[in-house]
């Protein structure tokens, strides 16, 4: 049996983050956990944290850092995670990753890797801007890698494909820059700590697993 991988994955939207936190999860045979599954089953489960968290999601605010560590804390305290965890989405600001550093030390356990998958504003953005969605039935397409096979139109449904606000190439730039706002503390940090691994969000897969494999062993 190998040992434990402990793996948080830091990345912009549209880098391929969640793509290769599955891959890791494949490879290593250790669970992928958002934040947003967390969330979700921890309030469909009624836990403490849960019951609070489910408060704030239903008026449409954002759940505080301290609702959202207790959260994190009920779900890797769980049995299932001895082999490891990949995090993707958590965590998202300096006092969630102080709370991680708190749980993991308390726990006796220590974080192997935090991965960040980077790539060019400008390629995430000809990335997500070529994304077309249906109004109808919510399928997502991209014109380069996954067209309908009729231009501008839904394969499941029929209905006619839109760009949605949210990949408009404006709103892409101005998310990217919040996000590196918000990230770089987390970099920096961990980045003293010695624990960045990069990863390009624009390698083949093949290419990707042999980097992975070399990396992580
Ligand atoms: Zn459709």
Not at 1 to 9: A, D, F, G, Q, Y
Not at 144 to 152: C, N
Not at 166 to 187: F, G, H, M, S, W
Not at 203 to 217: F, I, N, T
């Amino acid at each position: 049996m190998r040992r434990p991988l402990r793996i948080i994955m830091l990345g912009p939207p549209g880098s391929g983050k969640g793509t290769r936190a599955h891959i890791i999860s494949e490879l290593y045979g250790i669970p992928v956990i958002t934040t947003g599954d967390m969330l979700r089953e921890a309030v469909a489960k009624g836990t403490e944290y849960g019951k609070t968290a489910g408060g704030y999601m239903s008026r449409g605010e954002l759940v505080p850092d301290e609702i959202v560590n207790g959260v994190v804390g009920e779900r890797l305290g769980r049995s299932d995670l001895e082999n490891g965890f990949i995090l993707d989405g958590f965590p998202r600001s300096t006092p969630q990753a102080e709370f991680l550093d708190d749980f993991l030390e308390e726990h006796g356990l220590k974080l192997d890797y935090v991965i960040h998958v980077t790539l060019e504003d400008e390629a995430i953005v000809k990335r997500l801007s070529n994304r077309r969605s249906c109004p109808n039935c919510g399928e997502v397409y991209h014109l380069v890698s996954k067209p309908p096979k009729k231009e501008g139109v839904c394969d499941r449904c029929g209905s006619e494909l839109i760009l949605r606000g949210d990949d408009r190439p404006e709103v892409i730039r101005n998310r990217l820059a919040v996000y590196r706002e918000k990230t770089q503390p987390l970099l920096d940090r961990y980045m003293k700590k010695g624990l960045i691994k990069e990863v390009p969000g624009d390698y083949s897969m093949d290419r990707l697993s042999e980097q992975l494999k070399r990396m992580l062993g």
